[in-house]
T-cell receptor, first 113, second 109 residues
Framework: NAGVTQTPKFRVLKTGQSMTLLCAQDMNHEYMYWYRQDPGMGLRLIHYSVGEGTTAKGEVPDGYNVSRLKKQNFLLGLESAAPSQTSVYFC????????????FGQGTRLTVV | GENVEQHPSTLSVQEGDSAVIKCTYSDSASNYFPWYKQELGKRPQLIIDIRSNVGEKKDQRIAVTLNKTAKHFSLHITETQPEDSAVYFCAAAMYALNFGKGTSLLVTP
């Protein structure tokens, strides 16, 4: 039981490049989330999903796209990376009812130069 | 959307003292209020949570109180220890977890 696993752990991108961050969970959770963490800003919600095939925008969705084709995977895409997207990205998942613990992945440190 | 305010942003206490962190939320429909602890370079981990039908919950040295009328909730840590030093985040949820900006707690021996 690995919990929530993020791939990759570190990445450096050039401005304008694209990439996809992968989040995988093996707990059969319905809900999955992508957050970004910046100093002094806490954890800000980018997008989330309440089930396979569904996605919804969070607080800071611009510049990102997501897909939830399989229940266990939640992908975060950056089509054209910008320096403002330099951040630590966390994926999380929880059971179907919202009022249950969210488990976090180990984070992805992304630098856009 | 939900807006969660958290205070203070930094807190320094001596070992053995109590620490209190306060949060307010804006959406009266929020019904779940967890607290997460994040150590340096690590992922956030749940330490305690409370649901809207409960006013107080305690787990050993930590406790959380909720005032739904005033839309605020607080984390209380008693008998603090150096290993309690970390960043603490509150969150409020109806459809997705919305986090406060965090409190950096330093416990000095």
């Amino acid at each position: 039981n690995a919990g929530v696993t993020q791939t990759p752990k570190f990445r450096v991108l050039k401005t304008g490049q694209s990439m996809t961050l992968l989040c995988a969970q093996d707990m059969n959770h319905e809900y999955m989330y992508w957050y970004r963490q910046d100093p002094g800003m806490g954890l800000r919600l980018i997008h989330y999903s309440v089930g396979e095939g569904t996605t919804a925008k969070g607080e800071v969705p611009d510049g990102y796209n997501v897909s939830r084709l399989k229940k266990q995977n939640f992908l975060l895409g950056l089509e054209s990376a910008a320096p403002s997207q330099t951040s630590v990205y966390f994926c999380a998942s929880s059971y179907g009812q919202l009022n249950t613990e969210a488990f976090f992945g180990q984070g992805t440190r992304l630098t856009v130069v | 959307g939900e807006n969660v305010e958290q205070h203070p942003s930094t807190l320094s206490v001596q070992e053995g003292d109590s620490a209190v962190i306060k949060c307010t939320y804006s959406d009266s429909a929020s019904n779940y209020f967890p607290w997460y602890k994040q150590e340096l370079g690590k992922r956030p981990q749940l330490i305690i949570d409370i649901r809207s039908n409960v006013g107080e919950k305690k787990d050993q040295r930590i406790a959380v109180t909720l005032n739904k009328t005033a839309k605020h909730f607080s984390l209380h840590i008693t008998e603090t220890q150096p290993e309690d030093s970390a960043v603490y985040f509150c969150a409020a949820a109806m459809y997705a977890l919305n986090f406060g900006k965090g409190t950096s707690l330093l416990v000095t021996p």
